[in-house]
């Protein structure tokens, strides 16, 4: 097995043996085995957009099936550990530490795991079952590291999505959709520049602060309007109208707004 998985296991088992001593080797899945559980995101994503591994796990062995340890590896060989008691029902410990190990190593480890587990559909499956024990080849290097532009504008969003925006009251309130999206420069940090209208107000409506919101970008994209994710990540300066019940398109004040509600 790669070295640095067996350090992952000894790492888990030592903080078994010292955080959760009453629990025994039979009250765990597979008898602690630890497991990889890439099945959410896979493991190209959680590199380039989590900057870490998917988790590597040890479960209790009940019906409910809950964590006993998860263990994040980041890619600059951070760890952080988390030890749940109570069958799994309470985080009791939570524990960051580094491996002695170069983010290099840990590039190859998740080359491999990518080509090992999820390019074979191996799906939180023990870390023992999974073949990690091999060189990684330049050419698969060479391939892990193209994939790393389309992740960085899916990590970008993700970014965006935790900002916050200027958003009327029209559309928080009244449950008309976006009509009107423009970005400007941030105030500050978590600001992400962005102001949503619905396009029905008036100059008088706008400048009035109590008809504008502060909303989180997510919060917009999930609740409100939908129809805005796929243009956040356009640069400061942007403005677009909505032209249908789903599209947008740059403002070149010539065409009036679609307005349409929730």
């Not at 500050?188 to 602060?209: C, I, M, P």
């Not at 805005?228 to 004040?253: C, N, Q």
Request: hydrophobic fraction near 35%.
């Amino acid at each position: 097995m790669n070295r640095i998985l067996n350090e992952i296991k000894r790492l888990i088992d030592s903080n078994l043996k010292t955080y959760l001593p009453h629990v025994k080797i039979s009250d765990l899945e597979d008898q602690g085995a630890v497991f990889y559980m890439n099945g959410k995101d896979g493991t190209e994503f959680d590199w380039y957009v989590n900057d870490k591994l998917p988790p590597f796990m040890t479960f209790y062995n009940d019906k409910d099936n809950l964590g006993a340890i998860k263990l994040l590896l980041y890619c600059d060989g951070e760890t952080a550990v988390y030890i749940y008691d109570e069958k799994g029902k309470t985080q009791i410990k939570e524990i960051h530490t580094y491996l002695d190990v170069s983010e290099a190593d840990i590039l190859e480890l998740a080359v491999i795991l990518k080509n090992e587990a999820d390019d074979q559909h191996i799906w939180g499956a023990d870390i023992e079952s999974i073949h990690t024990d091999i060189n990684v080849t330049d050419a698969r290097l060479h391939e892990f590291k193209e994939h790393k532009e389309y992740y960085n504008t899916i990590k970008n969003k993700k970014t965006i999505l935790n900002l916050t925006a200027y958003v009327s009251k029209k559309i928080t309130a009244e449950g008309w959709k976006a009509g009107y999206l423009e970005r400007n420069k941030p105030f500050h940090e978590k600001d992400s520049g962005w102001s949503f209208l619905a396009g029905n107000e008036s100059d008088a409506y706008v400048t009035d602060s109590r008809n504008i919101e502060l909303v989180s970008v997510a919060n917009v994209c999930r609740q409100l309007d939908p129809d805005v994710f796929k243009y956040i990540d356009m640069p400061v300066g942007t403005r677009l109208i909505r032209i249908s019940s789903e599209a947008f398109e740059i403002d070149e004040h010539g065409k009036e707004i679609y307005m349409v509600k929730r």
